[in-house]
């Protein structure tokens, strides 16, 4: 049925037609726009496990469909415009690259619901979601630093936005919190998902002696390099331990299923709100996979900042924190603002290498 | 020495799929057929390479089935552009989209799978030379086949009957027809030789670059390999310095990043790019010479009837 109606949208789009929902029926229709395929065993694979969640926790009162593959731009206008049209009730977008064109169709289907994932644009009828990520990165800062022998770890990174510069400088904290000297080796590969260039950049940092290597980008390739050649990894969006059962220290995951259960049954309770939620591991919605391939006391050591997390009284971008070029961004004591983690696009001191515009 | 053998390696590895699809579009270039389904034949044969790899437990076994595999989507092509004589072009990309979807469906049972990686193999006395054996010597056999398939399609090319016979086929088929050479006989042995050596640059991928399965995981090096043969106005070894040039520059770019080098990233990315095609339209300056190499027929489809 779901790959049914998956197909009925593709030959829709394909077709340049609108799928007018010719049955009357009384399910709450949710869409779900997705920027890879839900087989990337990543990013769009975790949206695509919770959608399931979804169906399966409202069994016949929701149907889902998903639209996967989607780049940004004008094609995420023209998928999101699809199931709007087809008459989706709830539709969920979930990469930063569709935040313009969701804004679009959000304006021209006023009673179609839309739920943006990554962005920071709203309107009446557009809320948006996001996971504190970075607090993951700050525990693996905490790993990183005090198991790794070289004091380096290399980074590869997709895109120089502030997510991913989030990511890295609440990584360099957490190191830093361990080992003011530690260095971070960061390569960019200009795209979020080409397993051989990001193996290619994995070896790349091995081989200039990096023991520890961090991905943000979506291909368990890294992960491979990294048990190939002996060093430590964190995987992104899955636990890809089969991939490196020596090597993974642990892997940032995010879990949307509460998220969108929530919202789903808020649309139908009719209490549904344009908000913007970000959760972190206070709220599940970002996870750390279990801490493997590291000592014990590397261990104990993140469980116990994991615990400090989830119970909210720790902020890891809390100052005294200097930018790279040494000016003071945050002062002793003061905790970050959300609109200066979204903003973000400057590296914090340790890093060697200029960030790119 | 120690530490620049590993980036060799790592540029070998980079290089060795683009060479083995553009060696491939080279000869069905040459015999003037334009295949731009090489991205989908790509494809195919990594995911094709992967799944019996995996449910055979050999990964040579995996080899020859990736090759099958492209050969299986060559034959289709050859098909609707030889006897239907559909449009090549759109022909070529609809066996991208085809290839591109067709394995996504294949492969669905391999995800998240680790792969079994094609074993390197160590010639005895001669891998252990230092350097030269280490690096040039300890290859996997992919590596080794695609470097015997350059010099031997230069050979073939350009000092054999056989070589003269496609090149007369693909700069003017109707003479070539006139003189008794069966047009689409050519053709199609040259579109199955594509079809093979793209197939293996995709089980190259899947089985030695990144031993796992992915959608999408050929991230458009077919495309690159097009291009490539084209730089290289159809020449075997400048098709050679093309690829490994790209190679090269792409795997020194993340060093130069590794190491800080304050250059943008968006440029550092766009360097392979940049650098191979400075070079090769280098190489190529000589307008006349490449007018020549170039196939007159490319893209032109043949009815022995006309």
């Known amino acids: 049925m779901r790959k049914l109606s998956k197909f009925l949208v593709t030959a829709a789009l394909a077709l340049g037609l609108g799928a007018g929902s010719s049955v009357a029926d009384e399910a709450l229709k949710v869409g779900f726009v997705y920027v890879g395929p839900v087989s990337d065993h990543g990013y769009s694979y975790q949206h695509d496990l919770a959608r399931k969640a979804v169906e399966a926790h409202f069994g016949d009162k929701v149907e889902t469909t998903f639209i996967e593959n989607v780049p940004g731009g004008a094609d995420a206008e023209r998928a999101v415009e699809r199931l709007a049209r087809s008459g989706h009730d709830l539709i969920f977008s979930t990469s930063f690259g569709f935040m313009n064109p969701t804004l679009k169709v959000a304006k021209r289907f006023p009673k179609v619901k839309f739920e943006h994932a990554t962005g920071f644009k709203r309107a009446k009828n557009m809320a948006t979601y996001n996971g504190r990520f970075y607090e993951a990165r700050y525990v693996m800062g905490q790993i990183s630093a005090k198991a790794s022998e070289t004091g380096t770890a290399g980074y590869i990174g997709a895109y120089p936005i502030p997510e991913v510069v989030r990511g890295m400088n609440a990584f360099m904290l957490g190191a830093q919190s361990v080992n003011p000297e530690f260095k971070v080796k960061v390569v960019w590969v200009n795209s979020w998902y080409d397993p051989g260039r990001e193996a290619d950049a994995a070896k790349a940092l091995v081989d200039q002696g990096v023991d520890v290597i961090l991905q943000h980008t979506d291909s368990p390739a890294p992960l491979q390099i990294a048990q190939e050649r002996g060093v430590l990894a964190f995987a992104q969006a899955s636990d890809n331990i089969k991939f490196a059962e020596t090597s993974q220290a642990s892997a940032l995951l995010n879990d949307w299923t509460p998220y969108y259960i929530e919202r789903v049954q808020a649309l139908l309770d009719g209490t549904w709100e344009p908000t913007d939620t970000w959760g972190g591991i206070d709220t599940g919605m970002v996870k750390l996979a279990p801490i493997r391939n590291v000592s014990d006391e590397v261990k104990e050591a993140a469980e116990a900042t994991i615990a400090k997390l989830e119970s909210g009284e720790f902020e890891p971008f809390t100052g005294p924190i200097y930018k790279q070029d040494g000016t003071l961004f945050l002062e002793e004591g003061v905790t970050i603002t959300d609109e200066q983690l979204l903003g973000m696009n400057f590296f914090v001191k340790g890093f060697d290498a200029a960030l790119p515009n | 020495m120690s530490a620049l053998e590993p980036i060799l390696l790592t540029i070998i590895t980079a290089s060795t799929p683009l060479l083995l699809a553009a060696i491939g579009e080279l000869i069905t270039e040459r015999s003037g057929v334009l295949n731009l389904g090489v991205e989908g034949m790509m494809i195919v044969g990594a995911v094709m390479g992967f799944a019996i790899t995996a449910m055979s437990g050999s990964p040579y076994l995996g080899v020859v089935a990736s090759m099958f595999a492209g050969m299986a989507m060559a034959l289709l092509f050859g098909f609707l552009t030889l006897n239907l004589m559909t449009n090549q072009v759109a022909t070529g990309l609809a066996l ?55 010099a ?83 020449r075997p070894l400048r098709l050679l310095v093309g690829a490994y040039l790209f190679g090269a520059v792409s795997v020194l770019q993340f060093h130069a990043q590794a190491a800080g080098i304050g250059l943008p990233s968006q440029l550092m990315s766009a360097l392979p790019y940049l650098a191979t095609i400075v070079v090769l339209v280098i190489i190529s300056r000589n307008q006349a010479v490449t007018r020549a190499n170039t196939p007159a027929c490319l893209g032109r489809p043949f009815s022995p009837d006309r």
């Open chain 2, 96 to 150: 991208t989209i085809l290839g591109l979807g067709l394995s996504g469906m294949l492969g669905e049972a391999f995800i998240g799978q680790p792969g079994i990686k094609l074993p390197v193999l160590h010639i005895p006395g001669l891998s252990d030379i230092p350097f030269i054996g280490t690096v040039l010597l300890s290859q996997d056999i992919l590596v080794y086949i695609s470097l015997a398939l350059v």
């Open chain 2, 152 to 234: 031997a399609v230069y050979y073939f090319l350009f000092k054999t009957r056989a070589g003269l016979v496609i090149r007369a086929v693909g700069d003017n088929h109707t003479s070539a027809h006139a003189l008794g050479y069966s047009v689409l006989k050519v053709r199609y042995l040259a579109v199955l030789f594509g079809g093979a050596c793209s197939g293996l640059a995709g089980g190259y991928l899947s089985l030695v670059y990144t031993p796992q399965w992915v959608e999408g995981m050929t991230a458009g090096r077919g495309w690159i390999a097009l291009a490539l043969v084209v730089f290289a106005s159809w």
